[in-house]
């Protein structure tokens, strides 16, 4: 089954703490991992891809495939990172269609 | 360039209702996605359309119906609004999956079927 889970529904963290969203996948073939951000009223917006292997706005994420995860890391956060965060995952590179998980809300507390 | 628009931006319907939901954007993408975003439920795909004249089912598309009759334009439709309905729509359109890859997102339209 092709599925993405965000185990945590809401993370809270100091300004200045580590943070890590928890993202873990399901899929049978080679897979291609996304981070979208929703900050207050703004619309949806990629964050970074894992084929990128990119750093934005000091996140990172590493793709596991071992542990099917991508979990997405930043060492200081900031207030302005509080936003609500999707993992994606591209299950068609025809169409391409996402699954996304269920979304974590991450507030960072001055 | 306004990117991905939708229309209305909210919408309060009754039980049985009809209504359309426009979707349009700018940037001359071929494929364009519908999404409904419910809490604890992320987003899951709709409908779905890799070119003009095409569309396709996604993940929950019972209830809906969708046309893509200009290459700039995806409309999603309700028939028969249930409350089950209430939610959150994102269009979304990306030029070829096998580019970027990137979705672009529309600012969402809030319903609510009463």
């Known amino acids: 089954a092709q599925r993405v889970t965000q185990p945590e529904k809401l993370l809270s963290v100091f300004k200045g703490a580590p943070v890590e969203l928890k993202c873990n996948y399901s899929?049978?073939?080679?897979?291609?991992l996304f981070w979208y951000v929703q900050y207050s009223r703004q619309r949806l917006q990629l964050l970074l891809r894992h084929i990128s292997r990119e750093s934005i706005k000091g996140f990172t994420a590493d793709l596991n495939k071992g542990e099917t995860s991508f979990h997405l890391k930043k060492p200081f956060a900031q207030e302005e990172d509080s936003a609500m965060y999707y993992c994606?995952?591209?299950?068609?590179?025809?169409?391409?269609?996402?699954?996304f998980g269920q979304g974590t809300t991450l507030q960072v507390k001055p | 360039n306004a990117g991905v628009t939708q229309t209305p931006k909210f919408r309060v319907l009754k039980t049985g209702q009809s209504m359309t939901l426009l979707c349009a954007q700018d940037?001359?993408?071929?494929?364009m996605y519908w999404y409904r975003q419910d809490p604890g439920m992320g987003l899951r795909l709709i409908h779905y359309s890799v070119g003009e004249g095409t569309t396709a089912k996604g993940e929950v598309p019972d209830g809906y119906n969708v046309s893509r009759l200009k290459k700039q334009n995806f409309l999603l439709g309700l028939e028969s609004a249930a409350p089950s309905q209430t939610s959150v729509y994102f269009c979304a359109s990306t030029q070829t999956p096998g580019a970027s890859y990137e979705q672009y997102f529309g600012p969402g339209t809030r319903l609510t079927v009463t």
């Open positions: 994606a995952l591209r299950v068609s590179s025809n169409t391409g269609k996402l699954i």
């Open positions: 899929y049978s073939g080679s897979p291609e």
């Open positions: 940037m001359n993408h071929e494929y």
